[in-house]
């Protein structure tokens, strides 16, 4: 018997879920459009009001993760999260400089693919109580991740001579709390955190895609 | 007596088992497993009862001193012991030692050397008295850490994984340079004299009162680490089960009070959560064992233990 709260939720995070998927749907629609009319310069400009929207909407999901909504650890949805909101906000939207650079295109369609299979994914398992192909996402990411991966570490490593330049987001001393925030170095150290994060997510995710695989076998 | 050694897997570990003495100690059986298979040292051996498939319960572990029989059920002459590999071990002298030596010597790299030049900043520059006290004052403390380890402290289980000696050097080691540069920083602001003065003041009497307690503590085992855990009593053990943390805690708020970065009192979060989840646990493990005679909780930031009768 399902109770009212169960519908409730199931509600909600269907029409969330569906909600982010026509977001993500729009960023890859209009990312191929500008890139076939304009040019890979464009793109961002083409995404951007989609592409802010639909990632932030993605900090509900730790609250989701945080209430008990969604099953999802909230340790392994901060991290993806965060790079996600870095990458958005921390350097395309603060470094107008680096919207043009190409690899701003294939970090949108990486993000927007990845991110389209997931929503339809969950809209469906939550709105329908199923869900199709569950392999094809899991083999998807083999592509997708390394794709994202690498377009986000080459971002980030391409804006720091704007970042450095334009002393953004830095507190210096001397203060009373003799307490210091460079930009540049935390740009730095988010690159360093790439090196063993990658492959430990990369792994992780190998790790799930086996075992769906192998659990669909036995079905 | 027949012991049959099994994986967690269930696969024989030691094909055709190990024949000992009827009397033979758990000890025994561990110098026997290492005769037999070379790499799997005494301590790195966890020794444990088999828990039938499905029961959550966690499994006994074998205690180095008792004998065989006594796990053995009624009177049978055979054992089935699970064995699992810790992995490489070191003895927490050493892993003590290293994770200290790192914030003995790297701090005083960055009030002697010109370490600032590397960040673009000019030679230095007035050194105030403060950064000298803070030097002396942090060196002291993790030279008596390493002092206590090889003279005071009594270990109870004599070994820890290898993998935490890098853990624990990348914490130490991280935020003990972290801190040294805000605090020797050539634009550093010094606090009030006052204020200096009560910071410091505070935290070597936190540091005596953080060393009687691990004379307290060293006095509830004999000098080859039995002795088990007890309760600690007296001193300030009769307010907080774990004064040694509480000391400890209020001694480097003492060092912050006096020397205030941002460093130095993210620092102090991080040690303090990490100590309370000590602190929890032991406690737990206390009033597991002995019941309730554990000391009355005080204020909550005494903490430490949240007690109760």
């Known amino acids: 018997m399902a109770s009212a709260l169960t519908v409730l939720r199931r509600l909600y995070l269907s029409i969330y879920n569906w909600l982010v998927f026509i977001g993500w749907f729009q960023v890859l629609f209009l990312a191929l459009k500008a890139l076939k009319e304009s040019g890979h310069e464009h793109v961002y400009n083409a995404v951007e009001k989609p592409l802010l929207l639909a990632q932030s909407a993605a900090v509900m999901e730790i609250l989701h993760g945080l209430i008990g909504l969604v099953r999802s650890p909230v340790s392994s949805t901060l991290p993806q999260i965060g790079s996600r909101l870095y990458l958005t906000w921390g350097i395309l939207w603060s470094f107008p400089e680096i919207r043009t650079h190409i690899l701003v295109t294939s970090l949108v369609i990486s993000w927007a693919i990845t991110e389209i299979i997931r929503y339809s994914f969950f809209g469906m398992k939550e709105a329908f109580g199923f869900a199709p192909s569950w392999h094809l996402w899991l083999s998807t990411f083999l592509v997708l991740y390394p794709t994202g991966i690498s377009s986000e570490v080459g971002l980030i490593y391409f804006a720091l001579p704007y970042i450095k330049a334009s002393e953004k987001y830095c507190f210096r001393m001397p203060n009373k709390w003799n307490f210091s925030f460079d930009y540049f170095y935390a740009a730095i150290l988010a690159l360093g955190i790439y090196v063993p994060g990658s492959p430990h997510l990369y792994h992780y995710m190998l790790g799930q895609r086996k075992r769906a695989l192998s659990k669909s076998k036995k079905e | ?309």
Request: charged share 20%.
């Open chain 2, 1 to 309: 007596m027949k012991v049959t050694l099994v994986s967690r897997s269930g696969r024989e570990f030691i094909k055709g088992g190990l024949e000992l003495n009827d009397s033979a100690t758990v000890a025994d059986l561990q110098e026997a497993i290492h005769k037999r298979t070379k790499k799997f040292y005494p301590s790195r051996q966890r020794l444990t009862l088999p828990v039938p498939s499905g029961s959550r319960e966690r499994p006994v572990i074998l205690n180095y001193k008792k004998s065989l029989k006594d796990y053995c059920d009624g009177n049978e002459n055979t054992l089935t012991i699970v064995f699992k590999d810790l992995g490489p071990q070191v003895s927490y002298r050493t892993l003590f030692f290293f994770e200290y030596l790192g914030p003995l010597i790297l701090y005083p790299v960055f009030y002697y050397f010109p370490v600032y030049k590397y960040f673009g900043y000019e030679e230095k520059r007035v050194i105030h008295p403060v950064q000298t006290y803070a030097l002396y004052y942090w060196c002291f403390h993790y030279f008596k850490r390493i002092m206590e380890t090889f003279f005071i402290h009594r270990f109870s289980h004599a070994t820890s994984p290898l993998s935490n000696v890098f853990r624990n050097c990348a914490y130490y080691w991280t935020f003990g340079s972290y801190i040294a540069y805000y605090v020797n920083h050539p634009l550093y602001t010094p606090v009030s004299d006052l204020q200096m003065k009560i910071g410091f003041g505070f935290g070597i009497v936190c540091q005596l009162a953080n060393f009687y307690c691990h004379i307290i503590l060293k006095n509830l085992r004999s000098p080859d680490g039995s002795g088990g855990y007890q309760i600690p009593r007296g001193f300030l053990f009769n307010i907080v089960t774990c004064a040694n943390y509480t000391t400890e805690i209020y001694q480097w708020l003492g060092f912050n009070i006096a020397t205030q970065t941002v460093a130095g009192y993210v620092f102090l979060v991080v040690a303090t959560s990490i100590m309370t989840n000590w602190a929890l646990a032991k406690h737990r493990r206390l009033k597991k064992m002995e019941g309730r005679s554990t000391p009355e909780d005080g204020l909550f930031f005494l903490h430490s233990c949240r007690t109760d009768r």
